[in-house]
């Protein structure tokens, strides 16, 4: 069987979740098994992923694991998957999943690989799985062989596809959380899609002179419905918090439209923005690296091209 852990923080799936019960699914096929999907803590619509290939989900309601704690989930997780027997267990390469694909693989005796972005092959009990090396430069392939694999899957790696119809939801228990966190608050930022998971961002760079410009970077992104980000000399700068910076040492980003204002293109940049799915790229110099990477382009001075950017973009949108 698949084990499928579904992330639903503060009781919602997020894309990650419908993604990883996609690609749990056909893992399932490819090995002739069923792919299962779990949720920890309280869950809104658990069974909506059986539109997306899980023939089951299990819920543990406990409310101890409305809040995320590593040691907690982990424990949980493997827990499941041992009473199931399942044999590949899939996570979304997610802050979540990242702090804990590495707990479930040691307490499975399981071989990983993280950050997986395209289907595995099966070569009898072997598992192959590909994912993006060197700031990706380069596709590395791994071979597991343990008895059970745990992989972790990129975001917008694959599409969430809808193939099958809402399941009923079992109810399981895993005994008491027993990490040793414990969460005193939680505050989260209202009305902003979080980088990781921004469709749209609006980014720029040193282009922009100073923090006094970035008006018309906000209100790019106000009209696209964007998230905001930028290079990181400017965030080293104090120009942008640092939560906006992308690329290599920065977060690392896949949305379907990556505007690029002010930004050269260094290779540690683009290695957290160049798997967006269509990159447009404002810039002065004509030589920029960036325009090799971008889909648009648009040879300018950013102070005279992104002002009327927006002009037309208003008008579009109101017409
Ligand atoms: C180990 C290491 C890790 C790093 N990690 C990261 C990382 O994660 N993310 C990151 O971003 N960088 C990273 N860097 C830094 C990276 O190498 C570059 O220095 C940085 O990305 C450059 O930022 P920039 O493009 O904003 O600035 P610049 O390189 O100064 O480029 C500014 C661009 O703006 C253009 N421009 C200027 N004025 C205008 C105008 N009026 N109109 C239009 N265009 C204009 C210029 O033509 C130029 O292309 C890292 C470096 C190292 C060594």
Same mark, same amino acid.
């Given at each position: 069987?698949? @084990? ?13 979740? /419908? ?7 056909? #893992?399932?096929? @490819? ?25 089951? #989900? ?6 101890? /694991? ?84 745990? =992989? ?30 414990? #969460? ?9 899609? !979080? =980088? ?44 942008? !918090? ?59 001075? =950013? ?9 037309? =973009? ?6």
């Amino acid at each position: 069987m698949v @084990l499928v852990f579904a992330e639903s923080p503060r009781g919602q799936f997020k894309k990650s979740a /419908f993604e990883a019960v996609t690609y749990g699914k056909k #893992v399932a096929e @490819l090995l002739g098994t069923t792919c299962v999907a779990l949720c920890l803590g309280t869950t809104k619509d658990a069974g909506e992923l059986g539109r997306y290939g899980a023939s089951s #989900v299990l819920n543990v309601a406990d409310s101890t /694991f409305d809040q995320f704690d590593s040691q907690a989930f982990a424990a949980a997780i493997v827990g499941v998957a041992k009473s199931n027997g399942a044999t590949v267990v899939i996570l979304g390469h997610t802050a979540i999943g990242k702090s804990i694909a590495g707990r479930v693989a040691v307490r499975l005796n399981a071989g990983l690989v993280s950050g997986v972005n395209s289907l595995p092959t099966i070569n009898g009990n072997a598992l192959r799985a590909k994912k993006s090396v060197f700031s990706g430069k380069a596709i590395a392939e791994y071979e597991i062989t343990s008895a059970i694999k745990v =992989l972790s899957l990129m975001g917008n790696a694959v599409k969430p596809e809808a193939m099958g119809s809402a399941v009923a939801v079992e109810e399981v228990s895993v005994g008491a959380a027993n990490g040793r966190i414990r #969460v005193k608050s939680v505050k989260t930022q209202e009305g902003i899609v !979080p =980088l990781p998971e921004a469709e749209i961002v609006v980014s720029a760079g040193r282009g922009m002179k100073g923090p006094e410009n970035w008006g018309m970077v906000e209100e790019m992104a106000s009209i696209l419905g964007a998230t905001t980000a930028c290079s990181r000399p400017v965030a080293d700068a104090h120009w942008r !918090p640092h939560h906006e910076h992308v690329g290599q040492t920065g977060i690392a980003i896949r949305p379907n439209l990556y505007i690029a204002i002010g930004i050269s293109g260094a290779i540690q940049h683009l290695a957290g923005v160049n798997n967006s799915k269509v990159i447009v790229v404002i810039n002065k110099d004509a030589e920029a690296p960036f325009f090799k990477a971008a889909d648009y382009g648009v040879v300018g001075d =950013l102070f005279e091209v992104v002002p009327r950017f927006n002009e037309a =973009l208003k008008k579009f949108k109101a017409g």
